[in-house]
């Protein structure tokens, strides 16, 4: 079995990492290297984390999960700890077609306080930044790999635990491209136009796409952002008025691939949800869908299916890619209750044999600690096709814009599946959705 040590992608993500910048307050930096022996780590978080049968404690904390694909194995994983420490985890999971950035500050503001809670890095995490407790000199800090890290490094302080590696762009059905006849990859626009004609002509459904707007929103957009010159100065320059989306020349043959993917998919695109999407592609509806590793769990439900992944060409310049990054981010709420066990749980997370075999086995996670290793079949063949694109792979850049940007962009992506209006006016508003955030 090929094993796949996260040490492979500390050199791979650092390319990424140098074109993602050092974004808003110098957050692109990497994390420092503490002792392993942290004052800041409490007692629960060494010996008594092994011990499977831990006297129960008074002692309960409540994380507010993003990661809906992991939902079922998050809660046997608490379950776990439980058995081992003693201390009860509730865990309370949104995402998916939920507005899960609304739905914490809706939680926080009526007064319930997680103790740990998930947000990405740049600009997403600045509202947490009265919340989010200092991590680096907790004893795992030293082992995440740079470029993981630096999205939620401020002012050299780690203030919170990267989840996973990940990384997306078009993942296909094998046994589907053979029954097609397509015995060539596509790298470019035109190659990939003419794997879907022969998948219609084979009577396959070439594209499983969703209507949800982070989906289409964040993830298809970064692929335009990702591809500029300077992808930070390009952003940075949104915001200021001094480039714009509309006109810009990535964005426009950008378009051609979304039309692609657009025009060939399921007939009921328009009211399809991220689950149905995922589903309608396990059942062998579709040859390919737009979506990461991270739902190589909700495939293997369906159907063990042998999965490849294409990098995503906007042009026949044959400079196609993956787009990689840390998933999110595990912040430890310090006006929370238990801060303290917060922490002792991300420590078990990531050294206890418990721990890991959920973060590779269950979660088919990538890790972003470089001393947890794990093999193909630990995180799946998506996660493995991951591991061996990062080198050439693009960056996540839409956490550099604050929250509203994104949910503006979505809408807008939205109106344009559904033929409500066209290209000239979808580039505006993804200009306008950035402007009316930045000034407010």
């Known amino acids: 079995m090929k094993r796949f040590s996260t040490l492979f992608l500390i050199a791979a993500l650092t390319v990424v990492a140098a074109g993602c910048g050092s974004g808003n307050n110098d957050n692109g930096g990497s994390a420092a290297s503490p002792s392993a022996e942290s004052p800041a780590a409490s007692p629960s978080a060494s010996g008594a984390s092994e011990s499977p049968a831990a006297e129960k404690k008074d002692v309960s904390i409540k994380i507010f999960n993003f990661k809906v694909e992991i939902a079922d194995a998050f809660n046997q994983l608490a379950e776990e700890y439980e058995k081992e420490t003693g201390v009860k985890v509730e865990v309370e999971t949104h995402g998916g077609g939920e507005d899960y950035n609304a739905l914490l500050k809706a939680e926080i503001a009526s007064g319930s306080e997680p103790e740990i809670f998930n947000a990405e890095g740049f600009a997403a995490l600045e509202p947490y930044y009265d919340r989010a407790t200092d991590l680096t000199n907790e004893p795992w800090a030293k082992d995440v790999i740079p470029a993981a890290a630096g999205p939620a490094t401020v002012d050299g302080k780690l203030l919170g635990m990267p989840m996973n590696i990940e990384g997306y762009g078009i993942i296909y059905n094998k046994e589907l491209f053979n029954k097609a006849g397509i015995t060539e990859l596509p790298k470019t626009l035109t190659q990939l136009t003419d794997v879907v004609k022969k998948l219609e002509a084979a009577g396959i459904t070439p594209f499983s796409t969703t209507n949800e707007w982070w989906s289409i929103g964040h993830h298809t957009?970064?692929?335009?952002?990702?591809?500029?010159?300077?992808?930070?100065?390009?952003?940075?320059?949104?915001?200021?008025?001094?480039?714009?989306?509309?006109?810009?020349?990535?964005?426009?043959?950008?378009?051609?691939?979304?039309?692609?993917?657009?025009?060939?998919?399921?007939?009921?695109?328009?009211?399809?949800?991220?689950?149905?999407?995922?589903?309608?592609?396990?059942?062998?509806?579709?040859?390919?869908?737009?979506?990461?590793?991270?739902?190589?769990?909700?495939?293997?439900?369906?159907?063990?299916?042998?999965?490849?992944?294409?990098?995503?060409?906007?042009?026949?310049?044959?400079?196609?890619?993956?787009?990689?990054?840390?998933?999110?981010?595990?912040?430890?709420?310090?006006?929370?209750?238990?801060?303290?066990?917060?922490?002792?749980?991300?420590?078990?997370?990531?050294?206890?044999?418990?721990?890991?075999?959920?973060?590779?086995?269950?979660?088919?996670?990538?890790?972003?600690?470089?001393?947890?290793?794990?093999?193909?079949?630990?995180?799946?063949?998506?996660?493995?096709?991951?591991?061996?694109?990062?080198?050439?792979?693009?960056?996540?850049?839409?956490?550099?814009?604050?929250?509203?940007?994104?949910?503006?962009?979505?809408?807008?992506?939205?109106?344009?599946?559904?033929?409500?209006?066209?290209?000239?006016?979808?580039?505006?508003?993804?200009?306008?959705?950035?402007?009316?955030?930045?000034?407010?």
Do not use: C
Request: proline content about 4%; charged content about 25%.
């Open 221 to 440: 957009i970064n692929v335009a952002l990702a591809e500029q010159a300077d992808p930070v100065k390009f952003i940075e320059d949104t915001k200021t008025g001094a480039s714009t989306i509309k006109g810009n020349e990535v964005f426009g043959k950008w378009l051609n691939y979304v039309d692609l993917v657009f025009n060939h998919s399921q007939k009921d695109k328009l009211t399809t949800d991220y689950a149905t999407q995922v589903a309608n592609f396990a059942s062998g509806k579709t040859a390919m869908i737009q979506q990461g590793n991270w739902i190589q769990g909700d495939i293997d439900k369906v159907a063990k299916l042998d999965l490849g992944l294409l990098p995503i060409p906007i042009d026949d310049g044959g400079n196609s890619r993956i787009y990689t990054g840390p998933a999110n981010f595990w912040i430890v709420n310090s006006k929370s209750k238990h801060p303290e066990e917060a922490k002792a749980f991300l420590n078990w997370l990531v050294s206890s044999e418990t721990g890991k075999k959920y973060l590779t086995k269950e979660f088919k996670f990538i890790p972003a600690l470089a001393t947890i290793p794990a093999t193909t079949e630990d995180i799946g063949q998506l996660g493995a096709a991951v591991s061996e694109q990062a080198k050439t792979a693009g960056g996540w850049h839409w956490g550099r814009y604050p929250d509203g940007v994104i949910q503006g962009w979505g809408a807008a992506m939205q109106e344009y599946q559904g033929g409500q209006i066209d290209k000239d006016k979808l580039l505006e508003k993804l200009d306008q959705a950035i402007q009316d955030i930045v000034k407010k």
